[in-house]
């Protein structure tokens, strides 16, 4: 199944809800989302059952990922039983954590059927992580639960690194130096103009390209092929062999045109785009009783007429109004 650009659909995100207990600034910041922001009520949220339907028809049409998101998806009660039901499906299945609750529930999440996991850390300092997160939760809290995951039997570990100027940038080489010699893979990601709350500026990007340059000066790098086509990361391996990092460069080059991605929010909306200013609604008829088959026609036709490519526009049009990150799931 192709959208309009010849893009097929094998990517399935699936954010299991919108709250997180981070107030990063590039997506969350406090002054926007305070004690009287309206989060996703619970009627609204679809259950585990829905979720797992909707997946399930998603595997016909291509999907062979799946990645759970938020928000933070461990404030979400019971996760492990979505991923007993996910993990049933022919498909990869992986999830995008803060880490802050992971060293409690690594071991029940892998033991549920998760094969990989994707933790968020933006420095390894603990002043610059608190400023990042804006959180009474230490860095600590996130080193332990990443090392719990190891030891629970996730290996490579994916850590993503929003580089900021001014913000955490001078902590690049720091993180590469804590990784080395280790499994995990540290991916630097440019910060970007998701949703409308955290006021981006193109100053405020470290190109891909300088990152490189900065790592390959003390450690040099040579590149590595891809993992599969439309893999959004550019891999690079450490020369003398110690590890792998990655850089996802969404603004200064993008990568609309191999974009295999679709997003299912946790109150049932189907996103098309990371910076979409809507989606279009599952949950009605998922709840007044559409069928397999009528559910999967939805999916097909918004996926198939799909257009989007903000990325590759982002210099030459007025950005619109965009759905939050914490809301679309990452």
């Not at 989060?39 to 759970?68: Q, Y």
């Not at 979505?82 to 529930?105: E, K, Y």
Request: hydrophobic share 40%.
């Amino acid at each position: 199944m192709l959208d309009a650009l010849n893009r097929p659909l094998h990517d399935l995100r699936i954010s299991v809800t919108d709250r997180c207990n981070f107030r990063c600034r590039y997506c969350m910041p406090r002054e926007k989302f305070g004690a009287n922001f309206e989060f996703v009520t619970r009627e609204k949220l679809l259950s585990f059952e829905e979720i797992h339907r909707i997946a399930r028809l998603t595997v016909p049409l291509g999907v062979k990922k799946l990645r759970i998101t938020g928000g933070e998806p461990l404030l979400r009660a019971q996760l492990t039983s979505l991923i007993r039901q996910l993990s049933s499906l022919p498909v990869d299945l992986a999830m995008t954590t803060n880490g802050a609750l992971l060293a409690d529930r690594a071991s029940e999440l892998r033991e549920a059927g998760l094969t990989r996991l994707t933790v968020s850390l933006d420095s390894v300092d603990p002043d610059v992580f608190a400023k990042v997160t804006d959180t009474q939760l230490e860095l600590a809290c996130v080193l332990d639960g990443i090392a719990a995951a190891s030891a629970a039997g996730f290996k490579a570990i994916k850590l993503n690194c929003v580089v900021q100027k001014g913000i955490n940038d001078a902590g690049i080489l720091a993180i590469c130096r804590r990784f080395r010699g280790t499994p995990h893979i540290v991916r630097f990601i440019e910060y970007m103009d998701v949703g409308n709350s955290n006021d981006w500026r193109r100053d405020q990007v470290v190109p891909a390209q300088q990152i490189l340059e900065m790592i390959d000066a003390e450690f040099p790098l040579r590149p590595a092929p891809e993992n599969y086509p439309g893999e959004v990361a550019q891999r690079y391996h450490y020369a003398d062999g110690s590890g792998e990092i990655g850089v996802i460069a969404s603004v200064t080059q993008p990568f609309c045109g191999s974009c295999s991605r679709a997003r299912l929010t946790s109150e049932g909306s189907l996103v098309t785009c990371l910076f979409a200013s809507g989606g279009h609604d599952l949950r009605a008829p998922l709840r007044s009783g559409a069928s397999d088959e009528e559910l999967s026609a939805l999916i097909s036709a918004h996926w198939t007429k799909r257009t989007d490519r903000y990325s590759e526009l982002r210099r030459n049009t007025k950005a619109p109004r965009r759905l939050e990150m914490s809301y679309v799931g990452g």
